[in-house]
């Protein structure tokens, strides 16, 4: 699960009945929590995954204090290889910074495919590779898996899942519930690398940018982050999907807090100002793939934000703003402008597919 | 971003914002409308509302293609898309504006009609140049800057022999918009609002010029400063407006000059007059039937339009009765005062075409001005 809990909004039920799932189900907005809310919440409900993170950490029965952290991610990105990575690689980052985002050290994946009868051999080998290569470079194997034909025409080239797990030290507790008023929100680098690098790379839009996806694997940042900031580093979490945006405000809604960031202080990269531009979109509904937001107590905000920038991935870590008290939860900007604005989760088709 | 960034500049805004304050008559109270959704998304975009004093009031207009198709064309195109032999292909803001009975294009996607999002007219001709067998519909919006691209359109496919492409015409004139609304008090067909001066269209004025807005200024005694789509450029357009007020002064002017000139594109006005001709009247939601303020191909390109090909037959339909996009749409409410908005009513599960496209009125003060609501509202509480 990928999603937080909703939005607490007055809204009607989805139409289990005689409706269908549609593409806005996916996107990673509202529709898509709603989704999750009201079919598998329902259906599956439990401490742990009612907690609403990306990840869930449960404790190991039979170790005293053991505790560990598991979490899932599919792929169905297309194109599949693209400036800055391919499937493969994005398989690999994805999960492995769910489980780091929680806090842990990941320790192993978990792989399964399912592959279109017709997809080339030598495509499937790149990915493999690929995915081979990035399990090694973060030193998280890929120890177990599952491969899965179907008909032509029943799948799209190739889906990848991939599951992780990793171990909690003691003592670290992150949770998407924990950011308080007064807390400052930390963001790890520029954001829309990985959306426009997909969007770029997609032959009818026909534009070209110089941008590459920023999918790699956040582990290491985010050990430094738990090391330098011990209790006072609250949550963690990967803006994907829905951007910045829609990380923020699912921050806000668990938390029952509100978050105001400022326009200016968001790092974002010409060229992917350009681009979101041309094609109407946020910057801020746009996905990354190796980027991170954390909460931070004010106290720790400096020395959480020096160990981002000592980290290669963490560079131009900035503070973007903080927790604010709101029953409303909503999620504002001070815009560069000086005036105020919402920011909200995505609505509407963003491009289908892209991660 | 060059060529952008120049007019998003906060020290220059805050400059503006500084004079239309001190050049403000407090014992006035200033309302302009911004007819086009462009502009009102720049304002909640960018909290422009934050730098203008209380007694400047912006109304938003009716300038957003998607949410003055009234729901009977929508419901037509759902109709057309679930044709098997039929692909439609569409502009996203359209898939999730509410036909009848919450239908709409996403869902009848979801439901397997072949609909497909593009980006341009353009798209739309590949995808019928790369599926003979396909019937594709192009679904042809808006104001008169999205209509010379429908018309090339219509050209290409007859130069390129194509005879599997139509378009399904749905272009509305600017000027008939901004007349009926400055008529509502003399036909009484529209609640009457009271208007000091119009943020005129920008991409719509470097297609048509400014001159079709001196008949407004002869008229009706209105003030029209065409503006450019930008922040700066709402706020400097703002401040030319609030000086015709003070000065007694009734003009066009023409704050966009750098893409805007007095006789507007000719070539692209050729070739829309080439290809359409007006049609004798057509609905808008809010706004009614208004007459010639609408266009259809013209008999030399019959072959093209997908209303001939498929005998396709208009369907009547009426909105929500709740829904209040038709007042909404002409500036006699504003989205919070509609008791949908926020609670059954989102841009997730709009249930009228305001809350669909960024445009959309009720769709920006949702996405960026919404949590003003409650110190507006308590600012009301306190007043009574």
């Known amino acids: ?355 | 971003m060059k060529h952008v960034d120049e007019y998003r500049d906060g020290k220059l805004a805050r400059a503006i914002a500084a004079t239309i304050a001190a050049e403000a008559d407090p014992t006035r109270d200033y309302a302009f409308m911004e007819f086009c959704g462009g502009h009102t998304h720049a304002i909640s975009r960018y909290g422009l509302e934050d730098l203008l004093p209380a007694n400047v009031r912006m109304i938003h207009g009716p300038g957003c293609p998607v949410c003055v198709l009234p729901i009977g064309r929508v419901d037509e195109a759902i109709e057309l898309a679930k044709n098997p032999d039929v692909t439609l292909a569409t502009y996203a803001d359209l898939m999730r504006v509410p036909g009848s009975r919450g239908a709409s294009l996403i869902k009848a996607k979801a439901a397997g009609a072949d609909i497909r999002m593009v980006y341009s007219t353009l798209d739309a001709i590949r995808i019928a140049e790369e599926r003979p067998d396909r019937q594709v519909v192009f679904f042809a919006i808006g104001f008169e800057t999205t209509t010379p691209p429908s018309a090339m359109a219509v050209k290409l496919a007859e130069a390129r022999g194509l005879t599997n492409f139509s378009i399904f015409c749905n272009h509305v004139l600017t000027p008939s918009a901004i007349r009926a609304i400055l008529e509502a008090p003399k036909t009484g067909g529209l609640p009457p609002v009271r208007i000091q001066g119009f943020l005129g269209p920008s991409h719509v004025s470097a297609i048509i010029g400014t001159k079709p807005y001196d008949t407004f200024v002869a008229e009706f005694a209105q003030r029209i400063v065409v503006s450019g789509f930008e922040p700066l450029d709402v706020m400097q357009s703002i401040l030319m407006l609030l000086r015709q007020v003070n000065e007694g002064r009734t003009a066009v002017e023409n704050q966009y000059i750098r893409a805007v000139t007095p006789e507007g594109n000719r070539a692209a006005q050729a070739l829309v007059d080439e290809v359409f001709e007006l049609r004798d009247s057509f609905e808008w939601r809010g706004l009614g039937a208004i007459p010639h303020s609408a266009l259809r191909l013209r008999e030399r390109y019959a072959t093209f339009d997908a209303e001939r090909r498929f005998a396709m037959t208009p369907i009547v339909a009426s909105d929500n009765p709740a829904c209040e996009c038709g007042t909404i749409l002409i500036g006699a409410k504003q989205p919070a005062d509609c008791r949908l908005f926020g609670t059954v009513c989102t841009p997730e599960t709009p249930m009228g075409s305001c809350m669909v496209s960024s445009e959309g009125a009720c769709a920006a003060h949702w996405t960026y001005g919404r949590f003003r609501d409650r110190a507006r509202a308590s600012a009301g509480r306190a007043a009574s």
Do not use: Y
């Open chain 1, 1 to 355: 699960m990928s999603e937080t809990r909703e939005p607490r909004l007055r809204r009607r039920r989805m139409d289990v009945k005689s409706g269908r799932v549609d593409l806005s189900h996916g996107a990673g907005g509202r529709a898509s929590a709603q989704l999750i809310d009201e079919i598998f919440r329902d259906a599956f409900s439990n401490a742990w995954l009612d907690q609403g993170n990306d990840q869930a950490a449960f404790d190991v029965p039979l170790v005293p204090g053991g505790r560990m952290v598991m979490a899932t991610d599919a792929h169905v990105i297309t194109p599949l290889f693209f400036p800055g990575g391919d499937i493969g690689s994005l398989a690999v980052h994805g999960t492995i910074n769910d489980v780091a985002v929680g806090g842990a050290v990941p320790l192993h994946l978990a792989v399964s495919f399912i592959v279109e009868e017709g997809f080339p051999l030598a495509d499937l080998k790149r990915i493999a590779d690929s995915m081979g290569r990035a399990s090694r470079e973060a030193g998280v194997p890929i120890v177990t898996g599952d491969t899965k034909v179907v008909e032509r025409g029943k799948a799209d080239g190739v889906f990848i899942t991939t599951t992780g797990i990793g171990v909690l030290a003691p003592g670290v507790e992150l949770s998407g519930d924990r950011a308080r008023p007064g807390d400052v929100v930390l963001l790890s680098g520029s954001i829309g690398d990985h959306g426009v690098a997909i969007m770029a790379s997609r032959e009818n839009l026909g534009f070209e940018t110089a941008i590459v996806s920023d999918s790699a694997a956040l582990h290491r940042l985010t050990a430094a982050m738990v090391a330098a900031g011990g209790t006072g580093l609250k949550l963690m979490r990967d803006p994907t999907r829905g951007g910045l945006a829609a990380t923020l405000n699912e921050i806000a809604t668990q938390s029952r807090v509100g978050i105001r960031i400022a326009e200016e202080a968001l790092p974002i990269k010409a060229q992917v100002v350009a681009a979101c531009e041309l094609l109407g979109l946020d910057p801020l509904n746009v996905a990354n793939e190796g980027k991170l937001v954390a909460v931070v107590e004010a106290g720790a905000a400096e020395a959480v934000l020096a160990a981002m920038r000592a980290d290669p991935l963490g560079r131009e870590a900035v503070a973007i703003g903080e927790v604010i008290e709101d029953d409303r939860s909503f999620v504002q900007m001070t815009t560069s402008f000086g005036g105020g604005r919402i920011v909200d989760w995505l609505t509407g088709e963003q491009l289908p597919r892209i991660c």
